[in-house]
């Protein structure tokens, strides 16, 4: 027997929007119908210019993404590291391999980044030829 309940799901309308799961993995297709995923930078402002609190909120969620080795020391992870970005806001960088490895936390910091409306700074594609 679970200890979680089993919910029966509420039938869909037509006129609602089915919500999506909040672990469903985000997919960004091109016309090309197939998946393409960039680096991109969270930077620590809102869309309306705001600075995003708390002030450590980078270490904080690098620190999710983070481990402990041997010497029982925190290793952050080479596809999340904290930073400062050009203006002096600070900021997160994920590396595109990340999702490669586990797109559940690729997805999970690009929720993070729309959740809090925070600006994202995308790596340019170079243009295939």
């Not at 690729?106 to 295939?128: C, G, P, Q, T, W």
């Amino acid at each position: 027997m679970s200890a979680i309940p089993h919910v029966q799901p509420e039938p869909h309308d037509g006129n609602a929007p089915a919500e999506a799961p909040a672990n469903q993995v985000l997919t960004r297709r091109n016309s090309d119908d197939h998946r393409r995923t960039r680096s991109f930078t969270i930077i620590g402002a809102t869309s309306k210019g705001r600075t995003f609190r708390p002030s450590d909120w980078a270490d904080r969620l690098c620190g999710v993404m983070s481990s402990f080795g041997s010497q029982r020391k925190m290793h952050y992870s080479p596809y999340v590291r904290p930073g400062c970005w050009i203006t002096g806001e600070k900021c997160v960088f994920v590396d595109a391999r990340l999702y490669d490895l586990e797109p559940l936390a690729y997805n999970f910091l690009m929720h993070f980044a729309r959740d809090n409306d925070l600006k994202v700074d995308f790596e340019a594609i170079e243009s295939e030829s």
